[in-house]
């Protein structure tokens, strides 16, 4: 049996491990958040871990965050190549963001910024902020 | 999903004639019906672009820039770029217009610099074959291409950027709206690989092989930095470690692109460096001051005089220039230039008590190390203005006190300052006349490293602030975008 969770993390409610898949032939590595876990919960009598019953599934699957329409927008996925290549799809971390300010004097400054972060504070604080002007005011 | 495949004549062409083959770039949409792309709402066709729908122009833009790039690459490799139109963050006078990045990244291909990070698209071209070909979408629909692009589908409306939508124009004319033009040829140029991609700059970490995450141990560096040589460093990225590459993302004016091509072309294209010649009867002082011109000035033009210079006094409490000049103050700068220290109030509001005080200029002396670019608006300042660093504004104000020793009693000595350029040097480039990449200290993640550097001129289409004065010529003499692709590999 395979659950698609947000992380092994979910099944931490019901004492359950996380194995990482061999469905999958690019496990997400490292703090990567995505995995596709077979399902198992310690049993709280024996200690032993086994499969959840009906019910505990249940409990689980109404636990676990629903999947995400765009996987993309969380963990890289590693990949490989028959030449001996490998390689990764990214993710949104790697975005450059153009971001428009229109300052008090009406004039539009366009701008490049290499995090959402940066990007949205710079609209957050427009018109007169340093982050949204590479050039200091004061 | 949509899927709009262009150009690809120059396959065909390429393969008879056993030419290099010019690439192909196939444009697919994530949009929903009546969305994006696919929007049906008529429109007047604008600037040479003949779409009669909302959705028509706006892939038409798509098309004629992956033009432009498919004239400038070379691939046997079709290049991919998933497109979408969402709604991203916006105010009624600031949005974000977009975004796009290498989705896909590999090494250890044939033909690559042994376990270097590659964009894709650059690397299938060196490869000569798709290595994402085969490999299992991620669920998404575009988890194989090579760039993933998105842009704000609610730019114009109330709330968004009010009034200053996209304009869909290919002439360049954008007047006041928005050049997608330009805003998408400078993030496919990321795409393509016009990024270091695979270093967080915030601590010099790299991207580890199975792409997961950066770490101090065990990541692969990216093609790029073999070319990012620092020169306070005296060695390139690919031989420093995570702390030497931390530092030299936060290294202002020092951190070079490093290539003979580079040099040429740099030399082709940009101009000498504009600089401030200043004259002083004292027999040290006298020589070139860089200087940035400040974003509220009126222009600053070569080959004019500023002006005989005066220097404000310090004000550690309320700030030097930061009150309306007192008498004396006003005798030392009325009809001269005045340098003051920067610090505690606006550069306008400094500006301005040096404009009512009757100076015709003004310098503004950085108090942290680096150049400055001072910031602002006041439409009031009429006063042309310009900022040094910390160093050169302490070297101006001794040149001053000393000139002052080299006149008479009733007239001391003055040192004069006039707008010239340095002919040793090229504007935005070091000393070797290598471009200078962008390294602003505090460090901007993501755009610090990965742009050219804003002290370049004429402006260059992968600086971080994309100037209105942009072409769509990315090679010599009027840009270096395509010079540094073709050193990654390109």
């Given amino acids: ?138 | 999903m949509k899927s709009v495949k262009i150009l690809a004549l120059p396959f065909a062409l390429a393969a008879i004639a056993g030419a290099a083959q010019a690439a192909t770039i196939v444009i697919t949409s994530r949009d929903a019906p009546g969305v994006g792309f696919n929007d049906p709402t008529p429109v007047a066709p604008v600037g040479g672009n003949d779409g009669t729908t909302l959705g028509q122009q706006r892939l038409n833009v798509y098309k004629y820039v992956a033009g432009i790039w498919e004239q400038n690459l070379e691939s046997t490799v079709p290049i991919t770029v998933n497109a979408g139109w969402e709604p991203l963050s916006c105010t009624a006078t600031s949005a974000v217009l977009g975004s796009a990045a290498a989705w896909n990244a590999w090494h250890d291909f044939p033909g690559a610099k042994p376990g270097t990070w590659y964009a894709q698209a650059l690397a299938n071209k060196i490869a000569k074959v798709n290595l994402s070909d085969g490999h299992p979408d991620d669920g998404s629909g575009y988890g194989n291409v090579d760039i993933k692009t998105q842009f704000n589908i609610n730019l114009g409306k109330t709330g968004c950027l009010d009034n200053t939508p996209f304009y869909l124009g290919l002439d360049g004319n954008a007047g006041s709206q928005v050049n997608f033009v330009e805003t998408l040829l400078h993030e496919l140029g990321h795409g393509l690989g016009f990024s270091v991609l695979a270093v967080n700059t915030s601590n010099g970490w790299r991207l580890l092989p199975d792409g997961s995450d950066f770490a101090p141990t065990g990541g692969l560096p990216a093609v790029w930095e073999g070319f990012m040589y620092d020169n306070t460093a005296g060695k390139t990225w690919l031989d420093m470690s995570n702390d030497e590459r931390k530092a030299s993302a936060i290294n202002p004016l020092k951190l070079a692109w490093k290539s003979d091509a580079m040099v040429a072309a740099a030399n082709a294209t940009l101009t000498h460096t504009p600089t401030m010649k200043v004259s002083t009867p004292a027999p040290t002082g006298s020589g070139f001051y860089d200087y940035s011109t400040a974003t509220f000035s009126p222009p600053v033009v070569t080959g004019t005089s500023f002006g005989a210079l005066a220097t404000v006094p310090a004000d550690p409490v309320n700030g030097g220039g930061c009150l309306p000049f007192d008498s004396a103050t006003t005798a030392a700068v009325v009809g001269k230039v005045a340098i003051i220290d920067r610090g505690v109030c606006p550069f306008t509001q400094k500006v301005k008590n040096a404009q009512n005080a009757g100076a015709v200029g003004v310098i503004l002396a950085n108090n942290v190390a680096g150049a400055l670019v001072p910031g602002g608006s006041d439409p009031g300042v009429v006063l042309r203005t310009v900022g040094v660093s910390l160093d050169d504004g302490a070297r101006l104000k001794a040149v001053v006190a000393d000139a002052a020793k080299y006149g008479t009693r009733g007239k001391p000595g003055v040192a004069s300052d006039v707008f010239a350029v340095d002919p040793s040097r090229r504007a935005g480039a070091d000393l070797a006349g290598r471009p200078l990449l962008y390294t602003p200290n505090p460090l901007v993640p993501g755009s610090s490293v990965s742009h050219w550097d804003v002290s370049a001129f004429p402006n260059l289409l992968m600086e971080p602030n994309i100037s209105p004065d942009l072409g769509t010529t990315l090679v010599p003499p009027k840009d270096l975008t395509k010079t540094l692709l073709t050193d990654l590999g390109w």
Avoid: W
């Avoid at chain 1, 871990?49 to 505990?56: D, I, K």
């Avoid at chain 1, 636990?63 to 001996?84: E, F, I, N, V």
């Fill in chain 1, 1 to 138: 049996m395979s659950i698609l969770f947000k992380s092994c993390a979910a099944s931490v409610l019901l004492a359950a491990a996380c194995a990482a898949s061999a469905a999958d032939d690019a496990p997400p590595a490292g703090n990567a958040p995505v995995a596709l876990g077979q399902v198992a919960v310690r049993d709280a009598v024996t200690g032993r871990l086994r499969e959840p019953t009906a019910a505990e599934m249940k409990a689980l699957q109404a636990a676990a965050p629903a999947p995400q329409a765009r996987k993309s927008a969380g963990a890289t996925r590693a990949k490989h190549h028959k030449s001996g290549a490998t390689g990764a799809r990214l993710n949104d971390s790697f975005m450059s963001y153009s971001v428009m300010v229109k300052q008090p004097d009406g004039r539009l400054l366009e701008y490049c910024f290499g995090s959402k972060e940066d990007a949205e504070a710079a609209v957050s604080a427009a018109p007169s902020s340093s982050q949204s002007n590479p050039a200091p005011t004061e």
